[in-house]
C-alpha cells in the first residue's frame, strides 16, 4: 500500500477503509445490483500486516465466485481484482495473486508475527 497519499499518512483505520473501498467496487463490478440488493458478496480473508520496515500491506484470500471457476477466468478475476486495488486511494503498483490457495500460502498469510499483524474483522466475509 502507499504509505502516503493525498497528505494523509497510512494507518490502520485508513488500511481498513481502503480495504472495505476495493471490496465494495469489487463486488459491484463482479455482482452489479444483486451486490446492494441482495447481499451478495465475495467471500474473503483480510489480513493486514506490518512489515519490518514498517509499511502497512495486506495480503487477502479472495474466493473466487462461481462465474470465474474455469482457470482462464480466474486469471481474469484476479487481473480485474488486481486493476481495481491500484485505482484505491493507497492501491500500490506492486501486487501479486495466486490461482489456487494451498495450506502453505494460507499458513503465510494469517502468520500474524507481529503487534500489528491483525485479521481485518470488520472487512471479514467467508459464506
Not at 67 to 74: C, F, H, R
Not at 95 to 120: C, F, V
Request: hydrophobic letters at 35%; one cysteine or more; a positive charge.
Amino acid at each position: 500500500m502507499k504509505q502516503h497519499s493525498g497528505g494523509f499518512k497510512l494507518d490502520e483505520v485508513r488500511a481498513s477503509k481502503n480495504f472495505r473501498h476495493f471490496m465494495n467496487i469489487l463486488n459491484k463490478k463482479t455482482f452489479g445490483k444483486a451486490f446492494q440488493r441482495f447481499g451478495k458478496r465475495i467471500s474473503v480473508v483480510p489480513v493486514m500486516e506490518n512489515s519490518e520496515n514498517e509499511r502497512l500491506h495486506f495480503h487477502a484470500l479472495l474466493q473466487c465466485p462461481d462465474k470465474y471457476s474455469s482457470t482462464a477466468g480466474q486469471a481474469i478475476f484476479a487481473l480485474k481484482a488486481q486493476s481495481l486495488w491500484k485505482k484505491t486511494h493507497f492501491g500500490y503498483d506492486q501486487t501479486s495473486s495466486r490461482l489456487a490457495a494451498d495450506e502453505g500460502w494460507t499458513g503465510y498469510i494469517t502468520k500474524l508475527k507481529g503487534q500489528a499483524d491483525q485479521i481485518d474483522w470488520e472487512n471479514f466475509h467467508w459464506n
